[in-house]
């Protein structure tokens, strides 16, 4: 596979958003629960997603869809350990999708080169010490809650800003636990503690998280909220293989707005999607957000990951913190700021946990 490089590197920002493709060993997830459940089934589906145009294939072993209940931990381990094994192996670049630090201390002397932990620190404390002991990047979403309860806590005074706040604390934690800022990518966590309409406005103000100076992550792939938007006339969501087009806006938007990444069950639409928008620039080359940022002159990764180097070997970004607010006065306990219904995205209404 020619557009694979070494397993070992990783990829800073490029002349597009580097593509995740979605991999999950599991009997239970909500879009393909089962189609990859076996090592053989999901080795070749790694193979495809690569061949398809991921840059990294994103393995994981455990539902997170709303109301799945936790796996233990070998169960966990079990499932994605050989297949990260056999993909590396074979010049794949994988991510490990774990709350868990055994899971991804196992995942990542198999191979995996990055960490991309939905719970964001907050599901296990050991996993600060393995990411900066392995000295590889570490996604941090932004979580509420275990999957089982999340719905119960998708209350915002303003999502955006909210999820920006929390987002922040998160970052502090995993730094103060021994985490470094260059190697921190973060996902504001479409469909986890957040309905349809929250949603749409993290989406319409993803400018709020891109500011921050770190790498942003979007996954938006086939989850209820595009379901609901293209629900049939008798309001039946739209099932979850008839969300790619969708699914691909949203890629091209979360582009626009100058993130880092996005994670897709399908690649080739987004990557389509891309070289259509990037064929319309000037420069074909570069890449341009709606705020004019170029990323033609990347940043890292600076050293290589096995040269001796103290500290990480990537270098994705550097935090830039927002100014004060001043003070609001109290709200009603109870209470809760709805977002109105317009803006420069569609809203789409209804409970959406993926």
């Known amino acids: 596979m020619s557009h694979v490089t070494s397993p ?56 997170t869809r709303p109301g799945a209940h936790r796996v233990d931990a070998a169960t966990e381990r079990d499932r994605v350990v050989p297949v990260i094994a056999d993909l ?34 907050k599901a296990d404390p050991g996993m600060a010490a393995v990411v900066a002991d392995a000295r590889v990047p570490w996604i941090l979403m932004h979580w509420r809650g275990p999957s089982d309860i999340m719905n119960s806590l998708a209350r915002y005074q303003d999502v955006a800003t909210d999820v920006r706040t929390e987002l922040l604390e998160q970052i502090d934690a995993a730094m103060a636990a021994g985490a470094d800022e260059r190697s921190l990518i973060i996902d504001p966590g479409l469909g986890f503690a957040k309905d349809a309409e929250h949603n749409w406005e993290v989406l319409a103000q993803l400018a709020l998280l891109v500011d921050l100076g770190l790498p942003v992550l979007i996954g938006a792939s086939r989850k209820r909220f595009l379901g609901t938007l293209l629900a049939d006339a008798d309001g039946t969501p739209r099932p979850p293989a008839g969300r790619e087009t969708a699914t691909a806006a949203i890629s091209l938007l979360a582009a626009q707005h100058g993130v880092w990444g996005v994670r897709v069950h399908e690649p080739r639409p987004s990557l389509d999607a891309f070289a259509t928008w990037r064929a319309c620039q000037r420069d074909p080359h570069s890449t341009v957000d709606d705020r004019g940022h170029s990323r033609a002159a990347p940043p890292g990764p600076l050293v290589d990951p096995d040269d001796g180097h103290v500290g990480p070997p990537y270098d994705l970004g550097h935090l830039r913190r927002p100014p004060a607010s001043p003070a609001v006065p109290a709200q009603p306990v109870g209470s809760e ?18």
């Open 8 to 63: 070992r590197s990783f990829p800073a920002f490029g002349p597009r958003p580097w593509v995740l493709g979605v991999l999950n060993v599991t009997p239970d997830s909500f879009s393909d629960g089962g189609l990859w459940a076996d090592t053989d089934a999901a080795v070749a589906h790694g193979l495809q997603l690569a061949a398809d145009g991921a840059d990294i294939v994103d393995v994981g072993g455990e539902s």
């Open 88 to 121: 590396t192996h074979r010049g794949v670049r994988c991510s490990v999708d774990t709350t868990r630090a055994e899971v991804a201390e196992a995942a990542l002397a198999a191979g995996a080169v990055i960490v991309n932990d939905v719970s964001g620190g």
């Open 337 to 354: 700021r709805r977002i109105a219904a317009s803006g420069p995205v569609h809203r789409a209404t209804g409970r959406s946990g993926g």
